[in-house]
């Protein structure tokens, strides 16, 4: 009894360690010759959880049902049947692991490293070399002749007094107009400016056509040529404002900034043709030559660099910060972008952010932060996201796990665009399995329209995976203890 017990006890050793080194999954559909003979239930795979646990059931005495139930993949094994595979397992009885493989054996290891030796002997120093001769020193140069001071040269005599300027009023002259405390500098306006009070004009034609606006401002040519009844007007330069009519409360300052407004309120245009298109557009903002050139209708846009939000017209809200910030944007409204070039992908997108010189962001509703050239994207603390119970419905335990997690394929790669050596998942890849953690799509790739892995998402999947395996674990070991204690008990 003793000698089948000893026996058994190193067969069930060897048995556990060549299933312990084993990680190669086989595709033969039979038994090979080789390792994989472990492969109990022939299902292509050698695993202790479940070939491991047939050898260790058989070894015990279990036979028939209780040897294959809850351990046999019905889905994947080839012998599911627990006669053919306790009939297996007699024909293998006395195999060793030295037998199933080899080879010459792993090598052992390094051995300790041994103690320093002594220190050589110093070399002996060098004889000094020869000092070499000191070179001659050349002759001080003579001391030039100081030269004769000039005679000074005569007084000029003083030139004849300018005749006096004539004196007289402002009033005085052909092209001034004063009236209900207005002033009126190079043009006389209309003979219908009874009612138009407060107001500065300077230039010919500027403020030529008031009729009863008031606290205007006009200064340069055609500066507020136009207006006839808008108020609390600005324009300085020449043709600023030209256009407008009733349009009031707006600021235009520079070469024909706000020229083409006519009705639009509440607008600021600081810069060569800044605004220069807007009829009817409120509420905008732009600093910087040609800043929101073409806008015409939009509403509530800021552009602060020269070419910002430039082909704009009637898109709403948007803020532009660097020079061609937002260039592309016509339609699209809610839209952000700071710094040189930053831009949308597209003329119509909404609440879509690039942030960083040349960044593009491809989506509404998304941000994008730094150009093709950015390898590190850091912070103090790391981003949040909001998870708080009461913002969600239908929570269930994800339909993800372990199972999910065997079948992705994380790789190594380079970027193409600088050979930044990466390692991740294809995004393509990766959505058949998990879509949740894929975003964007695969578009047109010159306008930004790629595919990305928001790798926070599989958090979970490899939460629930552990937990899954863990579970197996558990499994293994009550088994193996229940084994013990039968071993135990003879």
């Known amino acids: 009894m003793l000698f089948l017990l000893n026996r058994s006890l190193k067969y069930l050793v060897v048995t556990m360690l060549s299933l312990c080194m084993m990680s190669i999954s086989y595709a033969e559909t039979d038994r090979a010759d080789d390792i994989s003979i472990l492969d109990i239930d022939a299902d292509g795979d050698v695993?202790?959880?479940?070939?491991?646990?047939?050898?260790?059931?058989?070894?015990?005495?279990?036979?028939?049902d209780a040897l294959a139930t809850g351990v046999v993949d019905l889905a994947n094994c080839t012998e599911c049947d627990a006669t053919g595979i306790d009939s297996y397992i007699s024909t293998i009885k006395g195999a060793?692991?030295?037998?199933?493989?080899?080879?010459?054996?792993?090598a052992g290891p390094q051995g300790e490293k041994g103690d320093t030796g002594?220190?050589?002997?110093?070399?002996?120093?060098?004889?000094?070399?020869?000092?070499?001769?000191?070179?001659?020193?050349?002759?001080?140069?003579?001391?030039?002749?100081?030269?004769?001071?000039?005679a000074t040269g005569a007084t000029g005599a003083t030139g004849a007094t300018g005749s006096s300027g004539g004196t007289g009023s402002i009033g005085e002259l052909s092209d001034v107009l004063m009236e209900d405390n207005s002033i009126y500098i190079g043009n006389i306006p209309s003979a219908t400016t009874d009612a138009a009070q407060y107001n500065v004009g300077l230039g010919a034609?500027?403020?030529?056509?008031?009729?009863?606006?008031?606290?205007?401002?006009?200064?340069?040519?055609d500066a507020l040529s136009d207006n006839t009844e808008g108020y609390w007007n600005t324009a300085s330069g020449n043709f600023a404002l030209g256009l407008n009519t009733t349009g009031f409360r707006n600021t235009a300052s520079g070469y024909a900034a706000l020229y083409l407004n006519i009705t639009g309120e509440r607008n600021t245009a600081t810069g060569t043709l800044a605004l220069y298109s807007n009829t009817a557009g409120t509420d905008n903002t732009a600093t910087g030559s040609v800043a929101l050139y073409e806008n015409?209708?939009?509403?509530?846009?800021?552009?602060?660099?020269?070419?910002?939000?430039?082909?704009?017209?009637?898109?709403?809200?948007?803020?532009?910060?660097?020079?061609?910030?937002?260039?592309?944007?016509?339609?699209?409204?809610?839209?952000?972008?700071?710094?040189?070039?930053?831009?949308?992908?597209?003329?119509d997108l909404t609440n879509a952010t690039?942030?960083?010189?040349?960044?593009?962001?491809?989506?509404?509703?998304?941000?994008?932060?730094?150009?093709?050239?950015?390898?590190?994207?850091?912070?103090?603390?790391?981003?949040?996201?909001?998870?708080?119970?009461?913002?969600?419905?239908?929570?269930?335990?994800?339909?993800?796990?372990?199972?999910?997690?065997?079948?992705?394929?994380?790789?190594?790669?380079?970027?193409?665009?600088?050979?930044?050596?990466?390692?991740?998942?294809?995004?393509?890849?990766?959505?058949?399995?998990?879509?949740?953690?894929?975003?964007?799509?695969?578009?047109?790739l010159d306008k930004g329209e790629t595919m990305?892995?928001?790798?926070?998402?599989?958090?979970?999947?490899?939460?629930k995976a552990i937990?899954?395996?863990?579970?197996?674990?558990?499994?293994?070991?009550?088994?193996?203890?229940?084994?013990?204690?039968?071993v135990a008990k003879g």
Do not use: C, W
């Open 47 to 64: 695993d202790a959880l479940t070939d491991g646990l047939l050898l260790l059931r058989s070894m015990f005495g279990l036979t028939d």
């Open 96 to 106: 060793t692991y030295g037998g199933l493989t080899s080879g010459t054996g792993p």
């Open 118 to 150: 002594p220190a050589g002997a110093d070399g002996s120093d060098g004889a000094i070399g020869p000092q070499g001769a000191a070179g001659a020193t050349g002759a001080t140069g003579a001391t030039g002749a100081t030269g004769a001071t000039g």
């Open 205 to 221: 034609t500027a403020l030529e056509s008031i009729t009863t606006g008031y606290n205007n401002m006009a200064i340069g040519h």
């Open 296 to 347: 015409t209708t939009g509403y509530g846009n800021a552009a602060t660099g020269a070419g910002a939000l430039y082909y704009n017209d009637t898109g709403i809200y948007n803020t532009a910060t660097g020079v061609n910030a937002l260039l592309a944007n016509t339609t699209g409204t809610h839209n952000t972008a700071i710094g040189y070039a930053a831009d949308v992908a597209s003329e």
């Open 354 to 444: 690039a942030i960083g010189s040349g960044a593009s962001v491809s989506e509404s509703n998304k941000i994008r932060l730094g150009d093709s050239n950015v390898v590190v994207i850091e912070g103090q603390v790391a981003f949040s996201a909001s998870s708080d119970r009461r913002l969600k419905k239908d929570i269930t335990n994800t339909k993800y796990g372990l199972q999910t997690i065997l079948k992705l394929a994380p790789v190594d790669y380079k970027l193409k665009l600088n050979d930044l050596s990466q390692v991740g998942f294809i995004a393509q890849d990766l959505r058949p399995l998990v879509p949740e953690a894929v975003t964007g799509f695969e578009g047109d």
């Open 452 to 463: 990305g892995v928001t790798y926070t998402t599989l958090i979970p999947v490899l939460t």
């Open 467 to 486: 937990q899954e395996q863990q579970a197996l674990i558990k499994q293994l070991q009550k088994d193996m203890e229940s084994l013990k204690q039968k």
